[in-house]
């Protein structure tokens, strides 16, 4: 069964810091790696999606890499701000289907 | 781009009622997805279509649940009759060539 897996569930960090949102895959066979974002009552936005044949993408501040013989996506958040709080949520694709993990509720504080 | 566009945003109706979501996806995305979000199961794909067809219908819950896409612009999805259970946030989605999928904000929907 192709489950996703994230940790920590919730993070409370001050402005300015840099820090790391993990994502764990248990089917390989992935064909791309999908973050997002979700404020309280909205949708979800793409932030940035890696293909299997990447290692990293980056946009911003933002950076994902992708490990594929382990299992693992890191998303890398530089410089933390109070309006980059909200939930983020990883999605392994298979096919045209994604598997989302249960999200990562991050607060930055001022 | 106007983005995902799905209404209403907010439904409250009683049990036993028929409820009608509905989707206008990005303009020339050829795929469409519809999701379900509660606090218990997460985020979790009911069905997509490819070019208005349905692909995979695997994750519908029962026989409650249809969705139709009778043109490019436009998707239903329809629960009769609703049950309490059913509350939950639902999300349509769009990509093109089934890359990254672009989500509406999502209907609420409470059945009383």
């Known amino acids: 069964k192709q489950e996703v897996t994230q940790i920590p569930a919730a993070l409370s960090v001050p402005e300015g810091e840099n820090l790391v949102l993990n994502c764990s895959f248990t089917?390989?066979?992935?064909?791309?790696l999908q973050w997002f974002r979700q404020d309280p009552g909205k949708g979800l936005t793409s932030l940035l999606l890696i293909q299997s044949s990447q290692r990293e993408q980056t946009s911003g501040r933002l950076n994902a890499s992708l490990d594929k013989s382990s299992g693992r996506s890191t998303l890398y958040i530089a410089a933390s701000q109070p309006g980059d709080s909200a939930t983020y949520l990883c999605?392994?694709?298979?096919?045209?289907?994604?598997?989302f993990g249960a999200g990562t509720i991050l607060r930055v504080k001022s | 781009d106007a983005g995902v566009i799905q209404s209403p945003r907010h439904e409250v109706t009683e049990m036993g009622q028929e409820v009608t979501l509905r989707c206008k996806p990005i303009s020339g995305h050829d795929y469409l997805f519809w999701y379900r979000q509660t606090m218990m199961r997460g985020l979790e794909l009911l069905i997509y279509f490819n070019n208005n067809v349905p692909i995979d219908d695997s994750g519908m819950p029962e026989d409650r649940f249809s969705a139709k896409m009778p043109n490019a612009s436009f998707s239903t999805l329809k629960i009769q009759p609703s049950e309490p259970r059913d509350s939950a946030v639902y999300f349509c989605?769009?990509?093109?060539?089934?890359?990254?999928?672009?989500f509406g904000d999502g209907t609420r929907l409470s059945i009383l």
């Open positions: 989605a769009s990509s093109f060539g089934g890359l990254a999928q672009h």
């Open positions: 089917d390989s066979a992935i064909y791309n």
């Open positions: 999605a392994g694709g298979y096919g045209n289907k994604l598997v």
